[in-house]
């Protein structure tokens, strides 16, 4: 059972790159979110999503861009890469029924640097 | 709004000491709590968790009870090993909402 699969692990990228961070669950969960983690920060949302075609930001979504196309796959793009981008961003789903009782499983993380 | 607050860390420890990670919570009407923990170079995940007031989650020797009246979720644990050296993070979900309210994390780092 593989759970979230988030690729890739590590990615260098010069200023003003883009590129798409995947993530896929195979557990047909309706609830998927991206996060942010930087030191003494915690863990920042940066966009949800509650089904396939249903998107809405959380609290820092500047820079980024989501779609959900289908219920597996829940990708991050970035659209223009800045150094301030740098951080361990991770995905992370939860089923919707009773959903606040729901735990979220989240990945192992993307470690995304921009020089 | 929702919010979650955790002593801050690092708590440093020796083996076999007693642990306590402290988590106060903000919400409107009756959330879940969650613990969750993060090893070096990993996700989140799930420790444990309750539902309801006065319940106690349980996992791995870790407990935490959920105190309506005093609004807490705090983790302990009778005696810490070296392999529970990681970050952890307390949680809640409101009804009728999506997002999770984390608090901040608590560093652990358990010595020989």
């Known amino acids: 059972n593989a759970g979230v699969t988030q690729t890739p692990k590590f990615q260098v990228l010069k200023t003003g790159q883009s590129m798409t961070l995947q993530c896929a669950q195979d557990?047909?969960?309706?609830?998927m979110s991206w996060y942010r983690q930087d030191p003494g920060m915690g863990l920042r949302l940066i966009h949800y999503?509650?089904?396939?075609?249903?998107?809405d930001q959380g609290e820092v979504p500047n820079g980024y861009n989501v779609s959900r196309s289908t219920t597996e796959d829940f990708p991050l793009r970035l659209l223009s890469a800045a150094p301030s981008q740098t951080s361990v961003y991770f995905c992370?789903?939860?089923?919707?029924?009773?959903?606040?009782?729901?735990?979220?499983?989240f990945g192992n993380g993307t470690r995304l640097t921009v020089t | 709004g929702n919010s979650v607050t955790q002593m801050e860390g690092p708590v440093t420890l020796s083996e076999e000491a007693f642990l306590t990670i402290n988590c106060t919570y903000t919400?409107?009407?009756?959330?879940?709590l969650f613990w969750y923990v993060q090893y070096p170079g990993e996700g989140l995940q799930l420790l444990l968790k309750?539902?309801?007031?006065?319940d106690k989650g349980s996992n791995k020797g870790f407990e935490a009870t959920y105190r309506k009246e005093t609004t807490s979720f705090h983790l302990e644990k009778g005696s810490v090993q070296v392999s529970d050296s990681a970050v952890y993070f307390c949680?809640?979900?409101?009804?009728?909402?999506?997002?999770?309210?984390f608090g901040r994390g608590t560093s652990l780092i358990v010595h020989p």
């Open positions: 992370a789903s939860s089923g919707a029924t009773g959903i606040h009782n729901s735990p979220l499983h």
């Open positions: 557990m047909n969960h309706e609830y």
């Open positions: 999503s509650v089904g396939a075609g249903i998107t």
């Open positions: 919400a409107t009407g009756y959330p879940s």
């Open positions: 309750a539902t309801k007031a006065d």
């Open positions: 949680a809640l979900r409101a009804r009728g909402s999506y997002i999770p309210t």
